[in-house]
């Protein structure tokens, strides 16, 4: 048996001992649905009057009471009569039953403890030995429809968390408490880095000043990166008639997911959801000899999705979603060079602030070529080419057979966060269909036509989505080169200080610091608090003793204490720190 | 008689001149209107077959010999049968006749030499003597639907250009003539600055690398003369609920002229026309003590129009906008200063590409105060600091009464190009609409709620609409600081000279210089004249000489020539004039 395995029994068997535990305490309980979920269980009840989180500990000390005697689960198949018979008071249990026989399935009861339960399977053997009674702990209550269906009745859920040890729970629930205080919905309005307008729309984040500065100083890193190896902007519309994804193939694919537009000549437009069609009708404005390749186009520019208002969160989840896209049109023969500098800028980038990274090779399946554009052949000289890239780049790549995208192989990449999160980054995708859609192709040596490959190649992917991961992983608390406000200035009395405050202000103003100065008329312990609040990576104070000297006490965020430093090592100092983006 | 009517009167004079000599050289000629229009005439004939181009010296030179004779226009007005009757074989005539009759005016006729015509009168009174002959030219033949309705005959349209001298004509002609070899659609391409997509669709430009390079060097330099005063980015999306424009009172005046969305949850979203509601939420989402003020967001953002297909004109007219726009959020009395802010930074800009500005002050009309919102000691106000502003910064304004905005006096700027001809270009418009509609207020000194005004202060307005004026500005030659390929380094043998000219390619590009190297096998004229086409500022010729004496020769674009110069001395030169933006 896995682990996955054992834990999902695990936590089934917790899920029946939650439902005998409700029934002892409230005898009118109708038992509905108790399955497994990510990191625990719940269990949906339908109950006369309200339970509260209040009730969860009294609940949770029925559980391991009973749970002693919990030593064995007996399985017995019935007929839809008997079952019927058993459930005649439960709707719910009756529906589960019909269901059952329509698709002609056996029908399955399973006791434990003397608790039964309508089930299909998968417990532990013998839960009183093998549930770790402080491994496992109920969560919160909150109401569920039946069947998730606005229609019907709502129900009371419990939540559940459950683990194989003590430890696990507790580092867990450790987790989630410091995934809480990095919320980035939190923390955005906190430091006031975007917002949203119900007059504008869920959805569609408005960054100020402040989350600009951010949006754009990532942004230029990753150009930076990329303009090093030749890449070069180009700038696009975000609308398109719909032919270009008829062209494309992305038309069947995608057009519920898309903005449609109806314009005033009856034509049908759509907002982009991606890039790439665009991107390729630049390629295709003139003929190019293999000389002038590869061409490598680069646009930062808002894709739109028409997704659900419930899926929505934060800048997790948008409807207007920046790319830091680019395109790389190249001889087939080219694009593992290509491949490989995509592959190094991801590295030098996720690096740079402290994300570990897991590559992941997605391979064509031999058994399906069908399924595939283009001979074996290609394919396999394709994929040993990126596996050369990530095997010379990374020593913890994995390869997974079947994963390849119909269009050719990829490498995704996951990003494990400060807290042990794990993100879907960046990806780097050879793509053989669009060129062959759009007749993308170049002059050879032979001087005949030579269809090319496309490589996309973002980085960040969607620069909200890498934000809202970049805010919960720093905390906030930004690198030097990204923080809105790098350097704060505290006088400690703005009649005897100020003037020597704003020296220094102006000193690493002009010396293009993020600076700002501090002159209300609270205290410096104030001062203080609030500078921390916003993250300033730096504080100055400014009392006496800087005044007489001429010199700066500077307070890192990480408690860093700078004593007697000019004004120049310190700008010598935030120089070099902002260069080496640490 | 003003100028302007003695010139409609000429070529009013001259459409009648032009039907009677079409009517000589084609007895079935049915005539049928002639009016003016800027710089000259046409008259639409109906034609039994074709006449071209080629015809037009024989009508022209008709019109000529019978001018002589053409010594008084005689009017008559006659009866709707008498009229019926002259015009009996002409539909166009008796349907012209008709509608005069519909609107119950009088029907006129007018002869002269001996031609008449139903007509409303405006000629000269002696066209002998007061047509120059070498003032008028007959320019070309095109065909056009009676009515300008499809659904209608199509007529021969001859178009005429008429002055009053001679040598105007000939002024406006190379005026033309220049404007056609300066025309931004087909330098745009040879420049290969943009492209268009039919998958795509009509109005939405693609920019290639090089269009997209002077779009950001374009919107660098407004960005770092905005960031000297204050200005700060804040980023938004390209959608919005309509609610936003209900909210704004956009809604009811442009729905028709943007692109609207129907969502799949069925909610009305559309595509922003304009950027101010945008951030004006931004504005909203805190309170803001006036201390924090002004608030100053820009956004080099799209904006889209549902524009008419027939409209469209390269970038002039598009339907996808980039606009260079900023807001200023401030107290009423902080107006001032911004605006002369924003006055300077339109000066500084458009004066560095040698456009000479004309500034136009437009005020309330004080005999229609319903129609403006707000007193009329505000609007006094308000426009007594714009008119300071202007007077202050230019000794050409101009004010014109009842042109403001009802939310607002503006300074409109009409920019003259190299080749004379002016362009609508920036304006600074106090808003006091917005802010009420959106209830955008600070905390003042009193601790109460102040209403906040609104300055709109986009530079270049729409970046492509300038692009296409900058372009025929300059000729497609960029100023050193714009231009997408600033050197190009030409070996006179690729064999002898090919490595010496690399070491000079490289030690420019490390400095930063756009440089290429022709490392072609053509010879040097072929190269030079690549070269002058792409309108490269400058051409470093390699040869033996330089070769031996590691020195450059350099050509610049003028016929300015730079002999025996270091590489040293001439990057010094060309950093000195990127930095100069000359």
Same mark, same amino acid.
């Given at each position: 048996?896995?682990?996955a ?22 005898? $009118? ?9 990510? !990191? ?10 309200p ?14 009471? @009973? ?7 007996? %399985?017995?198949e019935? %007929?839809?009569?008997? %079952?019927?018979k ?21 029908i ?19 839960p009183?030995?093998e ?6 702990k ?9 069947r998730?269906? $606005?229609?019907?009745?709502? &129900? ?10 003590k430890?696990? &729970?507790?580092?867990?629930l ?16 906190e ?18 000043p ?25 700038d696009?519309?975000? @609308? ?8 494309? #193939? ?11 537009i109806?314009?005033r000549e009856? /034509? ?12 390729a ?13 590869p ?6 520019t ?6 659900q ?9 948008v ?51 069908g399924?595939?554009?283009g ?10 080419? &990126?596996?050369?890239?990530m ?10 057979v #079947? ?19 794990? /993100?879907?980054v960046?990806? @780097?995708?050879?793509?053989? !269909?669009?060129?062959e859609?759009?007749?993308l ?38 690198p030097?080169?990204l ?14 200080? #100020?003037?020597?405050?704003?020296? @220094?202000?102006?000193? &690493?103003?002009?010396? !293009? ?8 008329? $609270? #205290?410096l ?11 300033i ?20 965020r990480n408690d860093?204490?700078? $004593? !007697? ?8 100092k935030l ?6 983006k640490?």
């Amino acid at each position: 048996m896995t682990h996955a395995d054992k834990l999902h029994n695990l936590r089934h068997s917790l899920a029946h001992l939650l439902a005998a535990a409700v029934l002892e305490i409230r005898k $009118e309980a109708k038992l509905t649905i108790g399955p497994t979920i990510e !990191n625990g269980f719940y269990y949906d009840f339908d109950l006369n009057s309200p339970i509260s989180d209040k009730d969860l500990p009294k609940i949770e000390k029925k559980m391991k009471e @009973i749970l002693r005697s919990w030593k064995e689960f007996e %399985s017995e198949e019935k %007929s839809e009569k008997e %079952s019927k018979k058993y459930f005649k008071d439960n709707v719910y249990k009756l529906e589960l039953i019909d269901e059952i026989v329509g698709k002609k399935e056996k029908i399955t009861f399973y006791t434990c403890g003397g608790f039964t339960d309508l089930c299909r399977g998968g417990h532990l053997e013998n839960p009183a030995k093998e549930i770790n009674p402080d491994a496992f702990k109920l969560d919160r209550v909150a109401g569920a429809y039946w069947r998730g269906d $606005e229609k019907n009745k709502m &129900l009371t859920r419990i939540y559940g968390l459950a683990f194989e040890t003590k430890e696990e &729970l507790e580092s867990y629930l450790k987790m989630r408490e410091e995934a809480e205080k990095r919320d980035h919905k939190k923390l955005g309005k906190e430091l006031d880095l975007f917002t949203f307008s119900e007059l504008i729309g869920a959805g569609l984040p408005l960054f100020t000043p402040k989350g600009t500065l951010i949006r754009d100083l990532l942004d230029g890193f990753v150009w930076e990166l990329r303009k090093q190896v030749g890449y070069e902007r180009v700038d696009i519309p975000h @609308i398109t008639k719909k032919e270009l994804y008829e062209t494309s #193939g992305h038309w069947d694919k995608f057009k519920d997911d898309l903005f449609q537009i109806n314009t005033r000549e009856n /034509h049908v437009f759509a907002m982009k959801p991606m890039n790439c069609p665009h991107h390729a009708q630049i390629y295709a404005r003139k003929q190019w000899s293999y000389k002038e390749l590869p061409q490598r186009y680069a646009s930062t520019t808002k894709v739109y999705r028409d997704e659900q208002t419930g899926e929505l969160s934060g800048l997790s989840r948008v409807r207007s979603i920046t790319q830091d896209d680019a395109h790389v049109f190249c001889r087939f023969t080219d694009a593992k060079v290509e491949m490989e500098n995509i592959y190094k800028i991801v590295k030098t980038f996720y690096g740079s602030f402290g994300f570990i990274l897991q590559p992941r090779l997605s391979l064509h399946d031999k058994e399906n070529m069908g399924d595939y554009l283009g001979t074996e052949e290609v394919w396999l000289s394709a994929e040993k080419s &990126l596996r050369e890239v990530m095997e010379k780049n990374s020593e913890n790549g994995i390869e997974v057979v #079947g994963e390849a995208a119909f269009y050719g192989p990829k490498i995704d990449f996951m990003a494990k966060d400060a807290i042990g999160r794990e /993100h879907q980054v960046a990806t @780097i995708q050879l793509d053989m !269909n669009q060129p062959e859609r759009f007749d993308l192709f170049c002059i050879n040596e032979k001087g005949e036509k030579e269809r090319v490959v496309m490589i996309h190649a973002a980085i960040m992917g969607s620069i909200e989505r890498f934000m809202s991961v970049l805010i919960e992983h720093t905390a906030g608390a930004f690198p030097l080169w990204l923080s809105p406000v790098q350097v704060k200035v505290l006088p400690i009395s703005e009649e005897k200080h #100020g003037s020597f405050a704003k020296d @220094i202000y102006k000193k &690493l103003h002009d010396a !293009n610091i993020r600076v700002e100065l501090d002159d209300s008329n $609270e #205290g410096l312990g104030k001062k203080i608090r609030n500078a921390k609040i916003e993250k300033i990576p730096y504080l100055i104070v400014i009392g006496d003793k800087e005044k007489d000297s001429n010199t700066l006490t500077v307070e890192g965020r990480n408690d860093e204490k700078l $004593e !007697n430093i000019t004004t120049e090592e310190f700008l010598t100092k935030l120089k070099e720190e902002i260069k080496n983006k640490k």
